[in-house]
């Protein structure tokens, strides 16, 4: 089945600097990619997804982007603000066969002032 | 507004007493699931379901069992709930059929298993 590899599982970052979150995937039918937001005490959120037929995908200050080779996506978000402070989980599926979600183990970022 | 609603948020109870946490959605989705949050080990499935009638096990069922007799329902029961399930529970439902598949979470359900 679907393996996901996120690192790094805690991230310290300068307000206003950038912050990159790296995920893994193991199952080629994997064809879409999203993520997700956590926000203390609340529930996750989806903030941006990918699919296998685009390279990169940018809303605002969060881009995406996706090496089908490689088997890696990551999260880019610049120009960072408090706000941004969360948990943020990376999840592959395969639309194609069973919708099932897998998720990565979350990434605790914290934007210091 | 659409959404997903568990129940109860909060819950303590003691080893062996049964306990049911409801879920139902109001977006018609075909895809549901369950997922427990611990500490450093993410979102793990638990149950997922496709369709009425259709349930499947995700990486971590044991102590858990589900049903989907009607597509807007998913309730997970625990028969006999021992510590290690104290965990926080999410329900998720997505469109499914291959759909654009963003996951749609419950506010969550804080158990404690004492």
Redesign the interface.
Known sequence: GENVE?HP?TLSVQEGDSAVIKCTYSDSASN?F?W?KQELGK????II?IRSNVGEKKDQRIAVTLNKTAKHFSLHITETQPEDSAVY?CAA?S??R?????????TRLHILP | EAQVTQNPRYLITVTGKKLTVTCSQNMNHE?M?W?RQDP??????IY?S?NVEVTDK?DVPEGYKVSRKEKRNFPLILESPSPNQTSLY?C?S?P????D???F????TRLTVV
């Open positions: 996120q599982s879409y999203p997700y529930r996750p959120q989806l997804d989980f599926s639309t194609d069973d919708d099932k979600i897998i998720f990565g183990k979350g | 895809y699931s997922y450093g080990l993410g979102l793990r499935q997922y496709m995700g999410f998720a997505s499914g059929q291959g759909r598949t963003e996951a979470f419950g506010q969550g």
